[in-house]
């Protein structure tokens, strides 16, 4: 079993929909939880990372960490055609080295 | 400027050519990584640096190596290259604290 799983989409929506993002993982070690946002032909930028569970919002993005069910979310409100990216979830322990990333679900905001 | 510079950014090579891929960064961070990224398999480590006199291999070390010839600056070389090392290639950088990386643009290599 992989330790974080996520859905590859991909994932179309008109414009102004809500989107959910979501990954899954096995390692009850994490602590910090991360959204990762990459256009094509670029490197992934940090969108937003909760540190255990709860929620965090930040403009029209919402994190939501769930670990007692080992579930982690992402919603987009009001989609727009910038949104459309590779979206891609990253875990990490605390004190430990590395993040273990999802394998990134793909968005397409059409106009 | 971009914080984390990757060189080259696309790259064409031929099987059994050695190759070298190059990063630096100008944020100061002490910790450096290189990811290869793979439809389907997402970002996979391949090799770690905490400073310069430490390095660890990561998820899918084999067939590479790497060097940490300064804090800013951490090199991944693919010594004997093969075509299923095909792939987009990332460095990236972070803080001992700190839970974010940063990364670079990308190295597209292709082996033919």
């Known amino acids: 079993q992989k330790e974080v799983e996520q859905d590859p989409g991909p994932l179309s929506v008109p414009e102004g929909a809500i989107v959910s993002l979501n990954c899954t993982y096995s390692?009850?070690?994490?602590?910090?939880f991360m959204w990762y946002r990459q256009y094509s032909r670029k490197g992934p930028e940090l969108l937003m990372y909760t540190y255990s569970s709860g929620n965090k919002e930040d403009g029209r993005f919402t994190a939501q960490v769930d670990k007692s069910s080992k579930y982690i979310s992402l919603f987009i409100r009001d989609s727009q055609p910038s949104d459309s990216a590779t979206y891609l979830c990253?875990?990490?322990?605390?004190?430990?080295?590395?993040?273990?990333f999802g394998t990134g679900t793909r968005l397409t905001v059409i106009p | 400027d971009a914080d984390v510079t990757q060189t080259p950014r696309n790259r064409i090579t031929k099987t059994g050519k050695r190759i070298m891929l190059e990063c630096s960064q100008t944020?100061?961070?002490?910790?450096m990584y290189w990811y290869r990224q793979d439809p389907g398999l997402g970002l996979r480590l391949i090799y770690y640096s905490f400073d310069v006199k430490d390095i660890n291999k990561g998820e899918i070390s084999d067939g590479y190596s790497v060097s940490r010839q300064a804090q800013a600056k951490f090199s991944l070389s693919l010594e004997s290259a093969i075509p299923n090392q095909t792939a987009l290639y990332f460095c990236?950088?972070?803080?001992?604290?700190?839970?974010?990386?940063?990364f670079g643009q990308g190295t597209r290599l292709t082996v033919v």
């Open positions: 944020k100061g961070h002490d910790r």
């Open positions: 990236a950088t972070s803080q001992p604290e700190s839970p974010k990386a940063f």
């Open positions: 390692n009850s070690a994490f602590q910090y």
């Open positions: 990253a875990m990490r322990g605390t004190g430990a080295n590395n993040l273990f």
